[in-house]
């Protein structure tokens, strides 16, 4: 082309000289196409004038980078088609060419070929993708586009794209100036902005959830741990022990709510007070009148005193009074041990000690004529302090009965209807398929519990742990029960179990998610009635102090709890835990592959058994027995307890879920070196001698002092093959007011002879060796102790 270059937005240069051409002999080039050998060039004009007249001669090519001068000659001209076949001495490169048309008007024959028309840009490579990623060239005929508008596209939320919206209605439509909310194109707008604030957060969880440090839902950052391998917990709800007053015999039935901050009955219809924490008890319960205050029978002696560690008493029957039958105690049922003061009233509230009876024998005193309860309890629910049954002051121990296990939750009467369909704003849709069901509980403080077993010691029922709570929630879809995963999770569900996992967000709120078929059913997609039983309370809020639990809810029968006078807490509630932080889940959860969770070797057998809350210290060893490998793991368990059955059971399921198959495990106890120790005392001048005799047995005592602390000898002071230093043993008798001097004078094995131990102040044991010196007159083969003292009074 030649002359001036214009961008024009309707070129019509070629339309005006077809018209033209069919008065005049005018013609002009339309287009042209190279072939696929890049050598073919076919031209076609705008009409047939005067191809017959080309020639060879009246084409050049010019342009080029690398492949400059080129030449072509017309191999054909077709008239009836308005072509004209050239043929290239060479292809091209990937630069741009012109092919021009030069014809003198002497040559033409009378045919004016329009100078505009007279040459074409091309490329021989256009048939070919060049090894660089080049745009097209711009069409000459093409305006410019017009600029983008001027948008702010730091818009983010509701509040600025609306403002964005209406900033880009004042100028497209400036003619609009409604502001008023209530207008329809404001609404409108304003329709469109919380859209777009949708769009826009879904947009950016789908960065911000995807790694744990950034993650901002709590159920993003626990599914995170998850796959680490860490289980974060939503915490726990507390228990405490409440014990009930009657005026006649009843039965308590369980499920009776307690509660802080009212005194007495409650009826059913009435609202409670603002931030009332509920209790409610896990099982039924005996009460009766004379339970509320039961003597500790000394069998005519007086100053008596229930030692530390003591695990049976003696209490006194009540007499029968009118028609009410006799006090009557069972094993399993909890007992209240404490002392009261004169007139009923408690003198020490913080010695205050619940067991669970594990043997009741009815008897009597044949010299007092007095019917007795011997009553027994477990190791685990030793007396931790000294109990004096009779003081001068008119102080005096007793028992209480009437005592159930309650837990911090409060039922949801009749349960909830949940939603059929998920909220709007879960945004878990796969793609061509339907919407997850993930319905969201009403309210807050869904309530994580552990299951009652009502076998488990008092002192047990109060230890919670978070890690292993489950939600106290059941979901009913078209009259089909679905239950809480029993291991937190929907990895191990089958296709067919009907389990959700509950997942709990910052601000309390309750999220159910349900299988997909493969792991864990998936709810019907015809849903026609879903109701959610729960129970709220959980947490911290739940540790309540002592006797705050005083009001009760009566029964929808009040027949059931009419005889009901009272209700307290003697001990403060305990194990309730809030929902693990989210700082906590991202510094824990990278830690978890450092945890062994599998036992290979001894050490790991070892390892891994004291993670368990009963054993202090393990040694294992690994032998071939004939056929496979035998570990056998000696136990230290805590408080010296024995190894008996039911805990070996326990501790041995325990480590089933980390043993390595092919390993046999044989569980025992520690073997104990029973020590044999003499000592000699010297007492300042004035001292009473029996006095210091009586307060060095109870230094070195093998249980809890009289004052509770562990004595030098208690069993959880000593493991494994660790040594007994004679110089700890003299100085801490050493220490006693009014001993001047302290030497042994026997220091050895019980029952072996010397093996030189004295002169070397220190008695060693192997690695599956532990010491002991109970210095019990009822187990003397547990060690003996013998203290003699000289001089003072």
Partial sequence: M????????????????????????????????????????????????????????????????????????????????????????????????????????EDAGGTIFDPRLSAVPFSFKVSRAGPYDCGEAPDADTPPASPPPDLDHLAKDYDS?????????????????????????????????????????????????????????????????????????????????????????????????????????????????????????????????????????TWSDEQCCLPAGATAATLVQPPVIGDQPPLQLDCGDFLLLETAGPDGAPADPARRHVVRLTAVTAGSDPVEDTPVLEVEWGGDDALPFALHISRENGATAVARAGIAVAEHA???????????????????????????????????????????????????????????????????????????????????????????VTEIERDGTAWLRFGDGAHGARPPDDRSEVRAIYSTGNGAGGNVGRATLTGFRLRPDPGETAAI???????????????????????????????????????????????????????????????????????????????????????????????????????????HVDVDLALLLRAAPGVPRDGVRHHARDVLSGGLRRNGTPGLFHPDRFTFGQPLFLSEVVAAVAAIPGVVSARATRFQRLGMAAAGELEAEVLRTAPQEIVRLAADVNAPEHGRLEIDVVGGA
């Fill in 2 to 105: 030649t002359g001036a270059r214009y961008d024009c937005a309707q070129p019509r240069r070629r339309d005006r000289v077809r018209e033209r051409a069919q008065s005049i002999p005018i013609n002009g080039i339309d287009y042209l196409e190279v072939a696929a050998d890049q050598r073919t060039v076919e031209v076609r004009f705008l009409s047939a004038h005067g191809l017959d007249r080309l020639a060879t001669g009246s084409f050049v090519v010019e342009g080029g980078e690398r492949v400059t001068g080129i030449t072509v000659e017309v191999t054909a001209a077709d008239a009836g088609r308005q072509t004209v076949t050239l043929r290239a001495s060479s292809p091209g490169d990937f630069s741009r060419y012109v092919l021009r048309l030069v014809v003198p008007p």
């Fill in 161 to 297: 794209f609306r403002r964005l919206m209406l900033d880009r209605m004042a100028v497209t439509a400036p003619g609009w100036t409604e502001r008023n909310p209530a207008d329809v194109l404001v609404t409108l707008v304003e329709m469109l902005a919380a859209v777009a604030d949708e769009l826009s957060w879904a947009q950016d969880a789908a960065a911000t959830e995807a790694y744990l440090g950034t993650a901002r839902l709590r159920r993003s950052v626990c599914r995170h741990a998850r796959l680490l391998g860490y289980r974060a917990h939503s915490g726990c709800n507390a228990r405490a022990f409440v014990r009930f007053t009657s005026d006649a015999v009843t039965v308590v039935p369980g499920g009776v709510e307690v509660m802080n901050g009212v005194a007495g009955p409650v009826p059913q219809e009435e609202p409670l007070p603002e931030g009332t924490v509920v209790f409610r008890t896990l099982d039924k319960v005996s009460v009766h009148p004379q339970a509320d205050e039961i003597g500790l029978y």
């Fill in 410 to 500: 409060r039922p949801v009467p009749h349960g909830v209807e949940l939603p059929l369909e998920s909220p709007g704003s879960d945004q878990e849709r796969p793609a061509g398929g339907q919407r997850p069901y993930r319905p969201r509980l009403p309210g807050t403080g869904l309530t994580f519990h552990h299951a009652y077993h009502p076998a488990v010691p008092a002192a047990r029922q109060l230890v919670r742990d978070p890690r292993i709570a489950r939600p106290c929630l059941t979901v009913s879809i078209n009259g089909e029960t679905w239950e809480p995963s029993p291991v937190g999770d929907l990895l191990g569900s089958g296709p067919d179990d009907r389990h959700f």
């Fill in 565 to 671: 006078t009272g209700v307290t807490n003697p001990l403060e509630a305990a194990g309730g835990t809030d929902a693990e932080p989210l700082e906590r889940i991202r510094a824990s959860a990278p830690q978890a592959f450092l945890v062994q969770q599998r036992a290979v070797t001894a050490e790991d057998y070892a390892t891994i058994l004291e993670r368990h809350p009963v054993v202090q210290r393990a040694r294992a060893r690994r032998r071939w027995t004939g056929s496979w490998y035998t570990v056998f793991v000696a136990v230290d368990l805590l408080g010296g307890r024995e190894l008996d059955p039911g805990t070996e059971a326990e501790l041995r399921a325990f480590l089933d879920g980390f043993r390595m198959a092919g390993h046999d495990l044989e569980l025992t106890g520690p073997v």
